[in-house]
């Protein structure tokens, strides 16, 4: 059965009504089906009934012997002309707020981490390679003018630079191993308060 076949049906049915009546009943179940989308015409139809069905259900409503009546998809009544009750959903424009600051922090967090270890390892191997040419310019430098002093100043300044840099990746691995994993789980923890917190959203 098709939209307009059961509302001429119903409109049939409720001819013993009056006209005022009769056409707030239709127009009611017009903006049900429109309301619906032509896509789920037929669940509504089946949802409805017959318009046999229907039209009791309104005359009963109209004498006051009843008041509704319960659905697979709600409860709704003609006189206050309640639609079936709709699915929770998330708000508007709440969830992607919070989606992008989220994946932002996430972002930022993770920058900020790949950062230190460029660096960190970027000044490894500066050091390295100071230390490197330093032990090389000593060894030339020495054989051919005898500066020899001076030679052995840049290695030193050299291998205090490099213990520096190891220093300093020793304390980044220290700092990878003990304070990364609580901040990393401090981190998944508040992202998922958040998601507790977006409205509508079932556990």
């Known amino acids: ?5 059961f509302l001429k049906e119903l409109e049939y049915l409720l001819s013993d009504i009056s006209a005022e009546e009769r056409e707030e009943a239709l127009e009611y179940y017009r903006c049900y089906f429109e309301d619906a989308g032509m896509e789920n015409e037929a669940s509504v139809i089946e949802e409805l009934g017959s318009p046999e069905k229907v039209a009791y259900t309104i005359k009963e409503g ?6 509704g009546e ?6 709704y009544t003609f006189e206050s002309k309640q639609t079936p009750s709709p699915k929770v959903r998330p708000a508007a424009g709440w969830f992607p707020f919070w989606l ?3 994946i932002g922090v996430v972002t930022a967090f993770t920058a900020v981490i790949c950062v230190l270890v460029a660096v960190a390892a970027a000044l490894g191997l500066a050091m390295a390679a100071a230390f490197l040419w330093a032990v090389i310019m ?3 430098g020495g054989a051919v003018s005898g500066v020899a002093f001076a030679s052995l100043a840049v290695i030193g300044g050299s291998l205090f630079c490099f213990a520096a840099g190891l220093l300093l990746l020793l304390a980044f691995a220290a700092y990878c191993k003990n304070a990364l994993p609580p901040a990393v789980e401090g981190l998944c923890n508040g992202m ?4 507790r917190k977006i409205p509508g959203r079932k556990e």
Do not use: N, P, W
Not at 70 to 75: A, I, L, P, V
């Open 1 to 5: 059965m098709k939209q307009d076949r």
């Open 138 to 140: 000593c060894i030339f």
């Open 70 to 75: 319960y659905t697979e998809r709600g409860y």
């Open 100 to 102: 992008i600051a989220v």
């Open 192 to 195: 998922k308060a958040i998601i």
């Open 62 to 67: 109209l004498s006051g012997e009843m008041r």
